[in-house]
Antibody, heavy 125, light 107 residues
Framework: QVQLQQWGAGLLKPSETLSLTCAVN????????WVWFRQPPGKGLEWIAE????????NYNPSLKGRLTISVDTSKNQLSLSLTSVTAADTAVYYC??????????????????WGQGILVTVSP | AIQMTQSPSSLSASVGDRVTITCRAS??????LGWYQQKSGKAPNLLIY???SLQSGVPSRFSGSGSGTDFTLTISSLQPEDFATYYC?????????FGQGTKVEIK
């Protein structure tokens, strides 16, 4: 059973850089794509970024592009997220998620499962 | 970006009730939609993918339907453990976008 374990600094000051890591335990990065989502306290979910298993293809939310970097370390079986110049608007629970793509006769199926436990990152002066 | 309009934003229901939640996409997304359940303080959990496929381990009282722009999540007989917030997510294109969520509360 694959489990995603996340860690990183939980309290940042404005203008600092958010850095999170997600370890894939009981499974491999290979054969999947990897995703970060976030959820501000009391609000809905937001997709942040995706990366393939080799790290060669990335997609970022345009609302955050320019500040984001997503990467994978296949030697460590880990996924990372970096968000620069944080503000209070970046305060949220951040989730790493495994994505599975299936090609079917009439298109694609994507499964976003499992999710990491989430880590609350608070940006405060 | 594709806008996902989810309704209702909240509902009150009793154990045993049939519950329906809808999501409407601002453009055709084929069947590229998933439904997620989130309990308070926990990570979301995948219920339905590709609009109507039940994720392994999810009770059969959950079902999804729809394609194109209109989608539905149905809980055939609400159980105590189903009180939670539900989200739809389109994975047709980037950026992926969620509905605003539906909070299912006890009546």
């Amino acid at each position: 059973q694959v489990q995603l374990q996340q860690w990183g600094a939980g309290l940042l000051k404005p203008s600092e850089t958010l850095s999170l890591t997600c370890a894939v335990n009981g499974g491999s990065l290979s054969g999947f794509f990897w995703v970060w989502f976030r959820q501000p306290p009391g609000k809905g979910l937001e997709w942040i970024a995706e990366i393939n298993d080799s790290g060669t293809t990335t997609n970022y939310n345009p609302s955050l592009k320019g500040r984001l970097t997503i990467s994978v370390d296949t030697s460590k079986n880990q996924l990372s997220l970096s968000l620069t110049s944080v503000t209070a608007a970046d305060t949220a629970v951040y989730y790493c998620v495994r994505g599975k793509l299936r090609i079917v006769y009439d298109g694609y199926e994507r499964l976003f499962d499992p999710w990491g436990q989430g880590i609350l990152v608070t940006v405060s002066p | 970006a594709i806008q996902m309009t989810q309704s209702p934003s909240s509902l009150s229901a009793s154990v045993g009730d049939r519950v329906t939640i809808t999501c409407r996409a601002s453009q055709d997304i084929k069947n590229n939609l998933g439904w997620y359940q989130q309990k308070s303080g926990k990570a979301p959990n995948l219920l339905i993918y590709a609009a109507s496929s039940l994720q392994s381990g999810v009770p059969s009282r959950f079902s999804g339907s729809g394609s194109g722009t209109d989608f539905t999540l149905t809980i055939s007989s609400l159980q105590p453990e189903d009180f939670a917030t539900y989200y739809c997510l389109q994975d047709y294109n980037y950026p992926r976008t969620f509905g605003q969520g539906t909070k299912v509360e006890i009546k």
